[in-house]
């Protein structure tokens, strides 16, 4: 089996979709978007990043969960190794575990969570597409150390959605078409540099504009009233650290904060020295409305 984050692995990641990948392709991961995994997957470059330590004790967590949920459950747990589906080859990954007649997929989340997020939900559903499962068993250690166990089962209606996103996606890495832009930050990436051309924005887009500058000069009016109920809590407290309330609590506190250190970049200079350590720094576009759109 092939060792999690080696190059082998991410390798064989860029070959379809995992299961971890399925709540971001489907538009439903707060973290990361379709265009994102899309990067990734039509991208030359192999990851050759090192596991942060959520993904380092995550992983060695793992094991330990799925064999206290043996122990619970009396359940025989096995690892499947990589596994693609037949019909579409590109809907793959690597589940925590299977039984006899279900997916076990084991977390060791740092939230705290009464039930298990929908990432977890869509990412069963994934593998039990996968493996022919009807039934899917979360198993989760939360922050408290107590094991958690929700069992879920398969949503045709659920799945067949899935594959037909999971479908176009696929067509679009092998095509090289990207998915929509969902975020500023997917913006960013595609379009990192101008070149320099003019484009007439068209009356929806005009309308944003608008929207923007009425939702500005709205945040401006209500940052100038925070600004003076601040000043007013403030003048009261003085020098004080902490204000309290009416029965003695605590209500504000107002504390001086440890000065940051700072590079003396003006010592840098005289000692001619300065230039040694400038390095390029990454690109960014500025996004400025120029004038007030009229209408």
């Known amino acids: 089996m092939i060792e999690a ?25 707060s973290e990361r978007t379709p265009y994102e995994v899309w ?3 039509t991208s030359d470059a192999i990851k050759t990043d090192e596991e942060n330590e959520v993904m380092l004790w995550g992983r060695l967590m793992e094991p330990l969960i799925i064999n206290q949920y043996s122990a619970t459950t009396g359940r025989k747990v096995y690892n499947p190794g990589w596994a693609c589906m037949e019909k579409y080859p590109f809907v793959c990954g690597n589940v925590d575990g299977l039984t006899d007649d279900r997916v076990v997929e084991a977390k060791a989340p740092i939230r705290f969570y009464e039930e298990p997020p929908k990432e977890y939900i869509l990412q069963c559903q994934h593998y039990m597409m996968l493996h022919n499962r009807f ?14 166990i929700t069992t879920i089962e398969a949503d045709p209606e659920l799945q067949e959605i899935m594959l037909k996103i999971y479908v176009k996606f696929w067509h679009g890495v092998e095509t090289r078409t990207p998915p ?22 068209s009356t929806e ?16 009016t209500l940052e100038a ?9 403030k003048k009261e ?59």
């Not at 929509?180 to 924005?201: H, M, Q, R, S, W």
């Not at 009233?225 to 809590?233: G, K, W």
């Not at 440890?258 to 390029?280: F, I």
Request: hydrophobic share 35%; proline share 2%; glycine share 8%.
């Open 5 to 29: 984050h080696t190059k082998e692995w991410h390798e064989q990641r860029k070959k379809g979709i995992g299961g971890s990948e399925s709540a971001a392709v489907l538009g439903e991961n």
């Open 39 to 41: 990067l990734d997957k």
């Open 135 to 148: 039934l899917a068993d979360i198993v989760w250690l939360n922050p408290y150390h107590k094991l958690c």
């Open 180 to 201: 929509d832009c969902i975020t500023l930050a997917d913006v960013a990436k595609k379009y990192p540099f101008d070149n320099g051309d003019t484009v007439e924005l």
């Open 205 to 220: 887009a005009q309308d944003k504009l608008k929207e923007i500058l009425s939702l500005k000069s709205k945040i401006a």
């Open 225 to 233: 009233a925070i600004a003076a109920d601040e000043l007013f809590v």
């Open 237 to 295: 407290m003085g020098e004080n650290q902490i204000g309290l309330n009416a029965t003695g609590g605590i209500a504000v506190t107002w504390k001086t904060s440890k000065p940051r250190m700072m590079v003396d970049t003006a010592r840098l200079k005289e000692d001619g020295l300065y230039d040694n350590y400038l390095k390029q720094g990454s690109t960014s576009r500025t996004f400025i409305i120029k004038e007030k759109i009229n209408g």
